[in-house]
Structures are given as structure tokens and as C-alpha cells.
């Protein structure tokens, strides 16, 4: 069954500092995946996608994500954090003809001055 | 122009009445969703319809009855509402591509409803 982790539901970096978010999925077909990302008391936004072109996915507000068939992993990362970028991030990997996405568990990540 | 409207909200109502959200897209998309976000912000998928046709029912309620009058909407009524029921609950829309491109877009989604349950 299709699936999606990711791996801690807090993070906390300090402005300026690396962020890495991780997600690991299951599929036993090539997957389409997601980071979206979601402010207080809104919807969620599309950060970037992954639809089997290039490996290495640009997304809005200078985030980036890499698809790892090997480790099955779609890590979102960003070089220097913002306290704008604080906010709930999922990853989600949609599958069953495009009818379906399931989404992790969601990362809280604080940005700290 | 919001490309995904939900109505209300918020939602307040009292254990066993009958509510409905309404959901609307203007993307011209063929696919639309009704999400469950709990407290602890778990995203569910409830239900997914293609061109106005269920396609996905995951284990809902019977309690909660979709319905797509045409493919730019797609509303959910919820009738004897229970605390559990406490939640948000958010409408998405995506499209199938023709062939040749990425198959699936990405989901689009509304703003949300705050159902409360009292």
C-alpha cells in the first residue's frame, strides 16, 4: 500500500540556518509527489512537485526537493531559513490513476531569531 | 477570483443537526476532493470525484453525503453531526491531463471550514 513519512513532526532551526524536512513514501508505481506547505488558519499552498522529470525540484520561496528512487525518499530542503517560513509542511504522493493523494503527517518548523 | 471558495468558514452547530459545505472551483478542473484535517493537523482524504462521478469513498460515514451537481462544485452535507465531526474540512480540485504531459496536476485547495461541534 501506498504510503508517506515523515520523519519528525517538529523542527526547529535558527534564521539564516539550513532546513531540511524529510519524507520517505511507498509505491509500488512510479509516484507523482508533493511538499505543500500550510500558514495558520489557511489552506494548503504547493511548495513544488516531482511528476518523473528532473530529479532535482525547484519550488516557491528558494525551496528545493530531491527524488531518491534508491532510498525512496523526496527530502524538501532550503539553504538559509526565514521566520516567514514557519509553518506546516506536508509531503504527498499521489497515486490509484491521480484520484487519490495521501498526505504525511505534516512538520511544524520554527524558525527562531 | 479564488481559484477554490468554501462556504462557511466557520461552522458552530449543536450535536445531531444537519449541515452542509459548499465548495466551488474556477479552474476548470475535472477532479474535485473533500479533505478531514483533525486537531493534530492529519490530513484524510474522504472523498475524491471525477467529471461528477464518486470515485473514491474512503470508509466514511454514510453520515456524509457528497454531492457534484456539475464538475465546478462539489458540496458535502453531514447529517447528524457528532463532537468527533469536530474538525476542518477542506475542498481541493485537480485535473487529468492528456496524455503526452504529467498526468496529474497538483490538488488546489480551498481555505477551509472550521466545523465545531457543540
Known amino acids: 500500500a501506498q504510503s508517506v513519512t515523515q520523519l519528525g513532526s517538529h523542527v526547529s532551526v535558527s534564521e539564516g540556518a539550513l532546513v531540511l524536512l524529510r519524507c520517505n513514501y511507498s509505491s509500488s508505481v512510479p509516484p507523482y509527489l508533493f511538499w505543500y506547505v500550510q500558514y495558520p488558519n489557511q489552506g494548503l499552498q504547493l511548495l513544488l512537485k516531482?511528476?518523473?522529470?528532473?530529479?532535482l525540484v525547484k519550488g516557491i520561496n528558494g525551496f528545493e526537493a530531491e527524488f531518491k528512487k534508491s532510498e525512496t525518499s523526496f527530502h524538501l530542503t532550503k539553504p538559509s531559513a526565514h521566520m516567514s517560513d514557519a509553518a506546516e509542511y506536508f509531503c504527498a504522493v499521489t497515486y490509484t490513476g491521480g484520484f487519490k493523494t495521501i498526505f504525511g503527517a505534516g512538520t511544524r518548523l520554527f524558525v527562531k531569531a | 477570483d479564488t481559484a477554490v471558495s468554501q462556504t462557511p468558514k466557520y461552522l458552530v452547530t449543536q450535536m445531531g443537526n444537519d449541515k452542509s459545505i459548499k465548495c466551488e472551483q474556477n479552474?476548470?478542473?475535472?477532479?474535485m476532493y473533500w479533505y478531514k484535517q483533525d486537531s493534530k493537523k492529519f490530513l484524510k482524504i474522504m472523498f475524491s470525484?471525477?467529471?461528477?462521478?464518486?470515485?473514491i469513498n474512503e470508509t466514511v460515514p454514510n453520515r456524509f453525503s457528497p454531492k457534484s451537481p456539475d464538475k465546478a462544485h462539489l458540496n458535502l452535507h453531514i447529517n447528524s453531526l457528532e463532537l468527533g465531526d469536530s474538525a476542518v474540512y477542506f475542498c481541493?480540485?485537480?485535473?487529468?491531463?492528456?496524455?503526452?504531459?504529467?498526468?496529474?496536476?497538483?490538488?488546489?485547495f480551498g481555505q477551509g471550514t472550521r466545523l465545531t461541534v457543540v
Open positions: 470525484y471525477n467529471n461528477k462521478e464518486l470515485i
Open positions: 479552474l476548470g478542473h475535472d477532479t
Open positions: 516531482y511528476t518523473s522529470a528532473a530529479t
Open positions: 481541493a480540485s485537480s485535473h487529468m491531463s492528456p496524455t503526452g504531459g504529467p498526468r496529474y496536476t497538483e490538488a488546489f
